[in-house]
Every structure is written in structure tokens, then in C-alpha cells.
């Protein structure tokens, strides 16, 4: 209501001083600097700056409300995680308990409102190519519209898989329109397809700017379409051109490389290893030497364009802080405040691993596999301070290890003491800042899942060979046993994402388009979500805001909401 209380009182001001100006002309905005709509996407740089509002608002998607919504999308209160603080503050708060999920819970419409405001951003850039006064190239115009359809593209996977059937717009609204109906699923799939169909063969193989699509990210979502569409020969063939070179040169990182390849120890003692390379600061782009780093939101500290809430920061609610445990604050254990370090950091355990993800997945994985070694998964943890033997328990010296006899009450182990999954956090902060000095880009798209998604496709088809050679591929790089042909099935694969790609994937989606959100929340959630799921949480509500706005047709909502 601002700006309309703004111009109403300029307008009383006028009349108050006798102004003579009629209405018409009073209101006549006249720019100065001649920008109209007609002329405001000319140039290559413009156009580029328009797409730039795309990747800002990929940001979002990390970083967005200091608190643990901001990974829900990664699987938190899914399978693999779940949020501990409300579990105490609020047990009946929507994704805690699923009962309360609603047309008004804020998850969805802030799902949806990210996505569409992607879509309107790229579909700006996709109308602008034809305007007769644009001074771009043949080419330059093929690669914006490659961009830009890969943008529309992403968000449409990201709306259709979540809400199940989503209005298609094929270019920018103009004008007021309230009769939105929803396109089915296999209209928006198509629609998607045939957007990836052509950024697949338009957009750059490499790209010297950290954080723009290229070639292999089109192919790399086509596959994952195609899976959807069953058309398994086809996701085969849009992985393997990732895979074999032809979208560019992609492999699995099996050395030492980047910031840190030189320091063999970590600084509380643990031995560094190419997996641990991969999550460090300043090594997760393509541009840095990574090459199994296909897509990237980009979140570096002190660069323009890096953060969002604290720009100079970096991102607000950074990964460690959210994820890693209060194992500083556990006075019970005669730590404080003042016991924060780098080997620590000042986590705020908003997120805990679910008891699958930490401890059942590993199952069969052996001691070999580096990533769930103690420097990849911290799982020890120290005494502070000399503790006095009470209340049945031993006495215990200051640095030795808390014994999980040790952990007796609920908040032990579900804020104080769990595992930390070191690829979110650093064990060298930044200027020894525990909170912010750590930010780095985050995966969107990485190569090991491009193989899981091969493996998929092929397990669809009944080739477990096939499937398993794709997910062995990984463990070998994981120094992980191999997995058999005979134990390839979804749930293998699945498991395999989580060790490889827990808090990266969008795990949310993962299950949806699988139509397993009910299956694994009751089999792997935690105890308030396994009693309140239901199968119609396998899609999210239509935000009932976007319901009453469309008075001109009918939004129909989603069974069950």
C-alpha cells in the first residue's frame, strides 16, 4: 500500500498549492534516460543481466531465512534429515508433524513463488531475442535462448514434480490475467523436454563464468526428464554424453586437487583425502580444476554477487552452521562458549541426520569407504573439562572421548553430540570466524549423480549389470566394496545417493518423482513424521494465495489438501 499512499499524498500537496497540472498530466512519467520496455533488452550485456536475475534467485534455493527451511528441499524432515530444534519448540509445526501441511503452509508457496519467479525471469530473456531492435548475433541469440530455456526448464522440473500439474506460461504476462488453469503432468514433462532438447544442443560446452548452465547440465536434467517419461534409452544416452566426454570433460575427482591439496592433515589431527578436497572452500567450481562439478550456485565469500542476506559475509545461513551439532555448548560435557574452534566451528544444529542417513546407509560400506571416515563424517567427539563420577556414571578426564553411555537425555544427542557431516563446515575458518567464516559454492549438479541417474535407467530396463557397473564406478572412488548386479534395486541406488550426495540433491524431489515421500518418511523419518504422513504428501498444496487470486478459473488444488 506504499507507494499508493505516496502518490495520493503528493497529489493532495499539489492541490493544497493551487497546482494547475491536470490529472493526466500530472501522472505523465517521462524518463530521462529514454529506457522503455521496448528497448531495455538490446544488447548482449543487457540480456545477460537479465538471465543474472535467474541465477540470484538460485540463491534463494540456500539461503533465504536463517533457519533450517532453507535446506527443506535437501531432504530435511524427509529420509535422510530432519529439523531438531521445533521438534521440541513446536512438535505440531507443518513438516514436523505432516497433518499440519496445508493450502497455507509457507514451504509450498515459497516453492512455488521461487520457481515461477524464475520462470518470468527467463521467459523476459526468451521474447526479448526477437525484439527487431536487438543488436545480438545469430549465435549470441541461440545461446540466451539455450540459457534461458534450460532456466524455465529447471524450474518446471522443480514445480511439476512437486505440485503434480502446473500452469505452462510460454512467454511473459503482460497484463492482468486471473484464469490460470493447470497444464497435466505429461504436458508439462513435454514441455520441459522439448526446452532441454534444445538448450542440450545450443548451450556452451564450458563456460569461463563460475555458476552458468553449460551442455552437460541440459543433458544432465534430460536424463532425469526422460527417466520420468520412461523413455530409458534416451536418459541412457543424455547421461552417457556427459559422461564420455561429449558434453565436455567431465570425471570423477580421484587425486588431491584445489586450496588444500597440499595440507595432509586436517587441523584436529584427521587425514585429508580427495573426497574432503571436493566440499573445501574454493574447490567446488569446474573453473577451479574441479571436473565432476557441472552446475554451481554460487556463494563465495567478499565476491560481489556472493551472498544474499550479508553480502560481505557471504550466505547467512551457511551449511555447517545449520547442520553440524552444538558440541561447543555442551556445558554437560564442560564445554562453552569459549570452546568453539576451527576444529569445531559454532554449529547451530537447526538439522540433524536421521539414524539412516547417519548410521544405517553405511551399513554395507565397509571400513574402507573415505566418505564416512572421520575426516568426511566426524563422529568424535571430547571431553572439555574433568567430569566427577554421578548418578551411576564413571568419572571421565578432560579430553577423552563421551562414550555414548554418556548421552542420556534427548537433547544430547539430538542438538549437543551427532554426527557431523564435515562437507558442510570447515576445520579453518575464515579470520576465526565460527559463524560466517566459512561459504562456498554449493553443488546444484554434480557427476556421480549423473552416473546414478545412468544407473537408474538402466536398472528400469532390467540391466543390473549395467546399473551396477555406473553405481561402482562411485564406490570405487569411494575405495566403498563393490556392489553386485544381484543387489542392484531403487532402494540400493538410493542409499547410494545419500552417501554420496546427502545435503546436495534435491532429496525432496528425488522422492516425489519416485512416488516414494510416503514410503521413506515412514520407513526412515523421524517418529512424528512416520506417524502423520500420508500418500497424498507426495505432492505439495497448491498455495491456496495462488487459489483466490485466480477468480477467472478454477487452480484446483491437490487431493488431500
Given amino acids: 500500500m506504499k507507494p499508493r499512499i505516496h502518490v495520493i499524498a503528493t497529489l493532495l500537496l499539489a492541490t493544497t498549492l493551487g497546482g494547475c497540472k491536470k490529472d493526466a498530466e500530472f501522472l505523465n512519467e517521462v524518463r530521462k534516460d529514454g529506457l522503455t520496455v521496448d528497448n531495455a533488452l538490446i544488447t548482449k550485456s543487457q540480456f545477460d543481466l537479465a538471465l543474472n536475475a535467474c541465477y540470484r534467485q538460485l540463491q534463494y534455493f540456500y539461503n533465504s531465512t536463517d533457519g533450517w527451511t532453507d535446506f527443506w528441499h535437501l531432504g530435511v524432515n524427509f529420509d535422510v534429515a530432519a529439523t531438531t530444534t521445533v521438534y521440541i519448540a513446536d512438535p505440531n509445526?507443518?513438516?514436523?508433524?505432516?497433518?499440519?501441511?496445508?493450502?497455507?503452509?509457507?514451504?509450498?508457496?515459497?516453492?512455488?513463488?521461487?520457481?515461477?519467479?524464475?520462470?518470468?525471469?527467463?521467459?523476459?530473456?526468451?521474447?526479448g531475442v526477437d525484439n527487431p531492435l536487438a543488436t545480438i548475433t545469430p549465435?549470441?541469440?541461440?545461446?540466451?535462448?539455450?540459457?534461458?530455456?534450460?532456466?524455465?526448464?529447471?524450474?518446471?522440473?522443480?514445480?511439476?514434480?512437486?505440485?503434480?500439474?502446473?500452469?505452462?506460461?510460454?512467454?511473459?504476462?503482460?497484463?492482468p490475467k486471473v484464469d490460470f488453469v493447470r497444464n497435466t503432468p505429461a504436458e508439462c514433462y513435454d514441455f520441459i523436454r522439448q526446452d532441454l532438447e534444445f538448450a542440450r544442443t545450443n548451450l556452451p560446452i564450458s563456460t569461463?563464468?563460475?555458476?552458468?548452465?553449460?551442455?552437460?547440465?541440459?543433458d544432465h536434467l534430460l536424463a532425469e526428464i526422460l527417466i520420468?517419461?520412461?523413455?530409458?534409452?534416451?536418459?541412457?544416452?543424455?547421461?552417457?554424453r556427459v559422461i564420455n566426454g561429449t558434453d565436455g570433460a567431465y570425471n570423477l575427482m580421484n587425486t588431491r586437487f584445489g586450496a588444500r591439496r597440499t595440507e595432509t592433515m586436517t587441523t584436529r589431527g584427521t587425514p585429508t583425502d580427495y573426497y574432503w578436497d571436493l566440499h573445501e572452500i574454493n574447490n567446488t567450481d569446474y573453473q577451479m580444476g574441479n571436473r565432476e562439478a557441472i552446475w554451481v550456485a554460487q556463494f563465495e565469500r567478499n565476491v560481489p554477487g556472493g551472498g544474499i542476506a550479508y553480502p560481505t559475509l557471504g550466505n547467512w545461513m551457511v551449511q555447517g552452521r545449520a547442520y553440524w551439532c552444538r558440541h561447543w555448548l555442551f556445558?554437560?560435557?564442560?564445554?562453552?562458549?569459549?570452546?568453539?574452534?576451527?576444529?569445531?566451528?559454532r554449529g547451530a544444529s537447526f538439522i540433524r541426520g536421521t539414524d539412516y542417513s547417519n548410521w544405517t546407509v553405511w551399513a554395507n560400506s565397509g571400513i574402507t569407504d573415505i566418505r564416512n571416515n572421520e575426516t568426511n563424517i566426524r563422529r568424535k567427539?571430547?571431553?572439555?573439562?574433568?567430569?566427577?563420577?554421578?548418578?551411576?556414571?564413571?568419572?571421565?578426564?578432560?579430553?577423552?572421548?563421551?562414550?555414548?553411555?554418556?548421552l542420556t537425555a534427548y537433547e544430547d544427542t539430538m542438538w549437543y553430540i551427532y554426527p557431523n557431516w564435515t562437507k558442510f563446515g570447515t576445520d579453518k575458518h575464515a579470520g576465526g570466524d565460527f559463524i560466517y567464516g566459512y561459504t562456498k559454492d554449493q553443488y546444484v549438479m554434480r557427476l556421480p549423480e549423473t552416473y546414478l541417474l545412468r544407473a537408474e535407467a538402466y536398472l528400469a530396463k532390467g540391466d543390473k549389470v549395467?546399473?551396477?557397473?555406473?553405481?561402482?564406478?562411485?564406490?570405487?572412488?569411494?575405495?566403498?566394496?563393490?556392489?553386485?548386479?544381484?543387489?542392484?534395486?531403487?532402494?540400493?541406488?538410493?542409499?547410494?545417493?545419500?552417501?554420496?550426495?546427502?545435503?546436495?540433491e534435491y532429496r525432496m524431489l528425488t522422492l516425489m518423482r519416485l512416488g516414494l515421500v510416503f514410503d521413506r518418511v515412514k520407513k526412515y523419518g523421524e517418529v512424528n513424521q512416520r506417524a502423520s504422513v500420508q500418500t497424498f504428501n507426495n505432492l505439495l498444496p497448491i498455495p491456496q494465495g495462488e487459489i483466490d487470486k485466480n477468480i477467472g478459473a478454477k487452480l484446483a488444488q491437490n487431493p488431500g489438501y
Fill in 228 to 240: 520420468i517419461l520412461k523413455d530409458y534409452d534416451g536418459a541412457i544416452a543424455a547421461a552417457t
Fill in 93 to 127: 509445526a507443518p513438516w514436523v508433524n505432516y497433518s499440519k501441511i496445508n493450502s497455507q503452509d509457507p514451504q509450498s508457496a515459497k516453492w512455488w513463488n521461487w520457481n515461477y519467479a524464475i520462470v518470468k525471469y527467463a521467459n523476459t530473456v526468451i521474447a
Fill in 139 to 175: 549465435d549470441e541469440k541461440n545461446a540466451l535462448l539455450a540459457e534461458g530455456r534450460f532456466l524455465r526448464a529447471w524450474a518446471y522440473r522443480n514445480l511439476n514434480i512437486a505440485f503434480g500439474g502446473v500452469p505452462i506460461l510460454k512467454g511473459p504476462v503482460v497484463e
Fill in 208 to 218: 569461463a563464468t563460475p555458476g552458468k548452465v553449460v551442455r552437460a547440465a541440459a
Fill in 466 to 504: 549395467s546399473a551396477a557397473a555406473d553405481v561402482n564406478v562411485i564406490r570405487t572412488r569411494a575405495q566403498a566394496p563393490l556392489a553386485t548386479a544381484a543387489e542392484m534395486s531403487l532402494d540400493y541406488i538410493l542409499d547410494e545417493r545419500v552417501r554420496e550426495l546427502y545435503g546436495e
Fill in 381 to 406: 567427539f571430547y571431553f572439555g573439562t574433568n567430569i566427577a563420577a554421578a548418578g551411576g556414571q564413571p568419572a571421565y578426564a578432560k579430553g577423552t572421548l563421551i562414550p555414548k553411555s554418556f
Fill in 331 to 345: 556445558a554437560k560435557a564442560g564445554l562453552n562458549v569459549a570452546g568453539a574452534s576451527d576444529s569445531v566451528g
